[in-house]
């Protein structure tokens, strides 16, 4: 159990927060005392990763009963695969990351890792199987290194500087004058969104997991450093299941399949080129945004 020594007032207001930004902090939900959304069966199994297939098998959802969200989504996505969810604004692209948290359990189908649903096994090895890298990476009141090793707590210190090697943030940290011991967040240093963004990357790869979610950034990083950070991504993504909710179309090309969400269904799917070939709903997004990005 990680040691937190953050004023539980600041715990509260970050509780929201980190449900909805999809952050792995399924311990911390233990210590505010909250009532767990979902709950283990009675000696349920761990999950067992064999490749890290996920399924999402006509999934049905809602907040609340009078409003659906998901209306039967199914997708699946292949081990080792990578698969961009694009759509417009509310049309469900995050909930999908959510559930497949299991923040949520679906009102109808099933969502499944290599054959197993969700409900049927323990959320504890669901989170440990899964990485997410959230639109804004939470910063506790600690050292950059304590913030970096939360990726996992037993790493040792070689570990942590080789995950923050592989987020490319090694050298800015051991630039600063007190290195690794830098405190950071509230009340330390203050990152920016790309610096914020590479130590969620860091700790990601501390863990290790063969799932990835990503919830792309939409806070404004410049272009220069949105590539950066892309690569980075890429290169985490290699030999892993990733999902990547993507709010902007400019980060999705290279994604092995995209899925178009809208109003809680999956109304296209395939690559880039297929999907402008078939000069349908991605391809008018598409375009569009190219315009709004030579207007800019
Ligand atoms: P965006 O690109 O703007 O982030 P999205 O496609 O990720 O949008 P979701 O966050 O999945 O959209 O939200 C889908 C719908 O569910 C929205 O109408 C939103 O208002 C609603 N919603 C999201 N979270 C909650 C919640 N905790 N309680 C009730 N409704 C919610």
Known sequence: MIQITMPLNFLGSVYREIR???????????????????VDKPNAP??????????????????????????????????GETVAIVGPSGSGKSTIGRLLFRFYDVSDGGVRIDGQDLRDVTQESL????GVVPQDTVLFNDSIYYNIAYGRADASEEEVFEAARGAKIHDFITSLP?????????????LSGGEKQRVGIARTLLKNPPILLLDEATSALDSETERDIQDSLAAMGRGRTVITIAHRLSTVVDADRIVVLEAGEVIEQGSHDEL????ARYASMWYRQQTEEDVA
């Not at 402008?276 to 000069?279: C, E, K, S, T």
């Open 20 to 38: 909805q930004a999809l952050v792995d902090m399924g311990d911390m939900f233990d210590l505010l005392g909250q009532p767990a959304e979902v």
């Open 46 to 79: 761990d999950l067992k990763i064999n490749g890290g297939e996920v399924v999402l098998d006509k999934v049905k959802f809602g907040y609340d009963a009078e409003r659906p969200i998901l209306k039967g989504v199914s997708l699946t996505i292949g081990a």
């Open 127 to 130: 989170h440990a199987q899964i």
């Open 178 to 190: 007190d290195g690794y011991n830098t405190p950071v967040g509230e009340r330390g240093l203050k």
């Open 276 to 279: 402008l070939v078939r000069n």
